[in-house]
């Protein structure tokens, strides 16, 4: 018995799928999450069923509670075996010895790669007279290395003289030198060269990418009278991150930052043309947000196979490309999924740099929002790096940017 239909015997035993007129409800066995099931047609608001659009546990569990008397689909049934206890899967470390020499190191290691990042910051031009300007170099190192201790920039202080004691730093930034920094439009080209040149000693084992998004909140707040309800209402202000990483080193290749109401699917050709200068693409995945002809064209452009989840609705009447990968689903569904689900990979790099530096940004202006974002994704970068230089024995030559993608960092000023 599959595992699916096991847990549907069990929906069905313990009096979860419940009619609700002309159709079900069924609620989780182990959460508060409810799903609509219809049997004809066919339909679940659940994802499994959205992504495979064949029977899923949920749409078993109502045809199995359809046969059974009235009274059997609204009381708590006990049946004669108890019902299959499924082990929770787990995914061990392979090498603990690598991995904790990585985490016990983490800082040091850590403290060197960023500033050779940073020491290939191209400095500007002196103008004028009068004080010495912090140089660049220092000045995102400090606020790359503020992000990482995820302390305030006053409390971090003290690790930015650990630096400058290192010799990581020609000098110690005034605290509020490192937010003007990180307000700084400038910086946000700086920052995202960085996160490129971050991810090319990865470049040689990574073939496999997922897309998608997420966001990260503020502690500002948008306010709005509403018509509907007749009152004030809120919401945290947050800015939202498109970033396309590497399936097997979980390294982010590229990256867009944009307001919270941006889509999704139109950011998805930039990214692979980002990631294509560096990269050799041969698989790309990402949830149904992406399915379209542009996006499945533009992968087998730069030489790589898009699996794109489809829309139950899907027809394969547009023609094309997308025809082609919509049979290709129909017809190897098994395949295909397996293939599809890499993208499960973005979701663990999107949880561990919400987990290591925070869901949220401290900072309360738009643009060094956005840099904060970035900061974060140039930090993970360098953590994964060292991990994969333990596991893996691999060198972190960052190389330079393509020379088609501009200067490898850009110059910029600091306001103020």
């Not at 787990?90 to 020491?119: I, M, R």
């Not at 290939?120 to 606020?143: H, K, N, S, T």
């Not at 290192?166 to 110690?172: A, C, K, N, T, Y």
Request: with cysteine; aromatic share 8%; charged share 25%.
């Amino acid at each position: 018995m599959l595992m699916r239909e096991a847990k549907a015997i069990e929906l069905a035993d313990r009096g979860r799928a419940v009619r609700d007129g002309a159709g079900w409800v069924v609620f989780s066995l182990n959460g508060p999450e409810k799903y609509r099931v219809t049997l004809e047609p066919l339909y679940c608001s659940c994802p499994d069923f959205e992504t495979r659009h064949e029977d899923c546990k949920h749409t078993l569990a109502c045809k199995i509670a359809a046969t059974r008397p009235a009274n059997d689909a609204r009381t708590e049934q006990k049946p004669e075996t108890p019902p299959v206890v499924w082990p929770r899967k787990t995914y061990s470390q392979p090498d603990w010895v690598a991995y904790e020499a990585a985490q016990v190191n983490e800082k040091d290691e850590f403290l060197g790669l960023l500033h050779d990042l940073c020491s290939r910051i191209e400095e500007p031009a002196r103008q004028g007279r009068g004080r010495r300007p912090v140089p660049l170099a220092d000045a995102v190192y400090a606020a790359c290395l503020k992000v990482f201790t995820t302390l305030s920039v006053r409390r971090f202080m003290s690790d930015l003289r650990e630096a400058h004691e290192r010799g990581f730093l020609s000098q110690v930034p005034h605290n509020c030198h490192i937010s003007r920094t990180l307000e700084s439009d400038d910086v946000t080209p700086i920052l995202e060269s960085l996160i490129v040149l971050s991810s090319l000693p990865l470049k040689a084992i990574e073939t496999e990418f997922a897309v998608d998004a997420t966001g990260f909140s503020a502690s500002k707040f948008d306010r709005w009278y509403s018509e509907k309800y007749g009152r004030m209402q809120s919401e945290h202000t947050w800015v939202k991150a498109h970033a396309m990483t590497g399936t097997t080193t979980h390294v982010v290749t590229s990256v867009v930052i944009l307001d919270k109401n941006s889509a999704d699917g139109p950011q998805f050709p930039s990214l692979v043309k980002k990631t294509a200068r560096n990269f050799t693409i041969r698989q790309m995945s990402g949830d149904k947000a992406y399915t379209s002809t542009e996006n499945f064209q533009i992968t087998e452009d730069v030489g790589g196979v898009a699996y794109l989840s489809f829309k139950p609705n899907t027809t394969a009447g547009i023609g094309g490309i997308y025809e082609r990968m919509f049979h290709l689903f129909s017809l190897h569904k098994e395949e295909y999924l397996k293939k599809y689900h890499r993208r499960s990979n973005i979701e663990s790099v999107f949880s561990a740099v919400k987990r290591v530096y925070g869901d949220s940004v401290r900072s309360k202006t738009p643009t060094a929002m956005k840099n904060e974002v970035l900061a974060k994704l140039v930090c993970h970068n360098i953590s994964q790096l060292i991990h994969l230089m333990y596991e893996l024995g691999i060198e972190p030559n960052f190389g330079d940017a393509p020379a088609d993608d501009g200067p490898a960092v850009l110059p910029f000023r600091i306001p103020g």
